[in-house]
């Protein structure tokens, strides 16, 4: 999806017709929908859809009753947004006028998967026959894509053109190519729709079932042969033991095929359940961090970096939960927790959804896929867990689509479908629709729908009113220091990203920061860079010594790692100071996290989140003056310690790596 992204610079020049009038939200700030009604509004997925039929006798590439209904159903890639509440329907890369095809294609696999969720969850949750019929269409192409024989049988083609032409060599190039050669996220995603399709026709329509099962199969054989073949081996990764049996080594794409496939085991498919395991095993060993160490639980995407966490595709603990869930295993469940109560809590705080922490907030823009990852996770870890903290997290997380973000931007309208493309650290609205936007925007609708609990808090608190959480301070912004400072000559590592300049300090140097005040203690993390080997030690007046030898590169792309490193002791003042002892110091940032993190949203009612992060309990406030709420306090197992009704501010006390939530 990264690739798709980046080519959009060249993608809209003269980009074609198909501009239809749709109303759509404003970008400015908005009050959000009352919850009285449904959320789901498909009218805007429904205009990204588009008739094609491909030419016939394609080798390697069929689906169901294809003579009998040649034509197939797919979304178009992107919507444009044109004057007048308009949008456009344009395809990936540069358009050919001479042919019609684009550089890419103008549907893709990783939409048409989704987008049949979609449409198979809303027929499922309200029996709507319009919806049935999308995701039996949505389907017929999803199996199109798929490459049936050959070295290659299971794996997908990505890219389609207009006329229904497969490109399986997109322009820019795209990982693997052509695209069917090896494992994909595509892959991943197919396995997803089909998982989740098979189980809802296999009482409706038990013929298209059983095909569905069939090509689950299929796909599910090339996940056995290129990637399960390699279950219960493990590599290094800049010194982290990390499965080897990750789709594309990733846990992002390994996760979305958990979900098809313990839907189908759900749906009676046995032979789906042994992968099912196998990925959740492969995902659950990918969560880091602790209480007080980045990245505080997470579960993180890609094998091939420590140093990395995103938030698109980040359904790793919904994935955890189904089935931990499906297959009665806490060990499953747990990472997904800690990841809930530890990470989410902290990503809350610190400003929502970013896109990427590479290791540092880098990457701040924020989009739907990330957003509604979240939702997801939380959301089935509630169902999972039953715990009502998951519930809470989940409808401030959902009230991101309603305006409470940092722009105060409605980013999902349910008049009329529509779901703005990205929100910019400067506020500024992306205020184009595409499918990828469209599709998780509605997911999250539907998840709300069927949670309607939920959806009533998030559509009710729609302003950001206070965030208080972890922050950043760049090396370079020294208020004094006698290191130097440099430029990278990239500011992507191969596996991280540098977040600005650099400092090095060499032995005896020195540098200090002001790091702001706080009425809470902080922990501190340096962000180092060190090469496979060095050692380097300093001092942190406060913080203690800090000695790091850099890790073995392993299966990371580049040698050297860009890691946090948390102080042993935590800080408290504004003035921190660091001297170099042994070898040189090479510092992109430093990571501030308080002991006590907070988030209050705000509307027709009020939330208020405070998270610890400390390893004792903490006594804090919480609720306002002269607001009723209900305040409940959970450990960091989610599990509720004490219920209090409170007309107005109270003083709780929440235990180590805990949570309260004030509800008013």
Known sequence: MNARWSARIAALAGAAVLAVPLAAAPASAATGPAASGPLTNLDHLDFLLDETTPPAGVAGHSTYRQAEEPTLLAPWTYADARDGGTFERVGGGPLDPATGDWGQGAF?????????????????????????????????????????????????????????????????????????????????????????????????????????????????????????????????????????????????????????????????????????????EGVAAMASGNTRQWPYGAVLPWAQSPAMWHAWGSQMPAALAVAGDLFDDDTLVEPAIADATGFTTTLLTAGGPDNGWYPSPTDRVQIAYGADSRVQSLLALADTTGSTAFAQLAAMQAAWFFGANHAGAQMYDPTTGVTFDGLQPDGTVNRNSGAESTIHGLLTALALDAHPEVASRSTATTTVEAREGLSYVEAEDATRTDGTVFTPDSSWTGESSWSGDGLTLQPR???????????????????????????????????????????????????????????????????????????SLTLDGIIVRPWISRLVLGGDARTELVHSSAIAPQRTTIGADGVPSTVEVYDASGTMVRTISADGSVTVVVPAGGLAVAEG
């Open 509 to 583: 140097q020195s540098a200090a920061w002001d790091i702001g005040s706080s009425e809470t203690r902080r922990w501190i993390e340096p962000v180092v860079k060190t090469e496979p080997g060095a050692t380097t030690r300093s001092t942190w007046r406060g913080g203690g010594a800090l000695t790091i030898t850099g890790p073995a590169q392993g299966i990371s792309p580049t040698p050297g790692a860009l890691l946090p490193y948390a102080l042993t002791a935590p800080v408290s003042g504004s003035d921190l100071r660091v001297t170099a002892l042994r070898g």
């Open 108 to 280: 893709n696999a990783d939409d048409t998967t989704r987008a049949a969720v979609v449409y198979t969850r809303h027929w499922e949750l309200t029996g709507d026959a319009s919806s049935r019929d999308k995701a039996y269409e949505l389907l017929r192409t999803v199996a199109y894509h798929q490459t049936t024989e050959g070295p290659a049988a299971g794996n997908v083609v990505l890219w389609m053109q207009p006329d229904g032409e497969l490109n399986p060599s997109a322009e820019p190039v795209e990982l693997p190519d052509p695209s069917d050669s090896g494992p994909s996220y595509w892959t991943a995603r197919t396995v997803w729709a089909l998982g989740e399709g098979y189980a809802a026709f296999a009482d409706d329509d038990p013929a298209f079932a059983a095909f569905l099962r069939d090509r689950l199969a299929l796909s599910r054989g090339a996940l056995e042969r290129d990637v399960l073949s390699k279950y219960g081996q493990y590599l290094e990764s800049d010194g982290v033991r990390v499965p080897a049996w990750l789709i594309v080594d990733g846990a992002d794409a390994s996760a979305e095929a958990v979900l098809g496939l313990a839907a189908a085991v759900r749906a009676g498919d046995d032979s789906s359940a042994t992968a099912a395991r196998q990925l959740a």
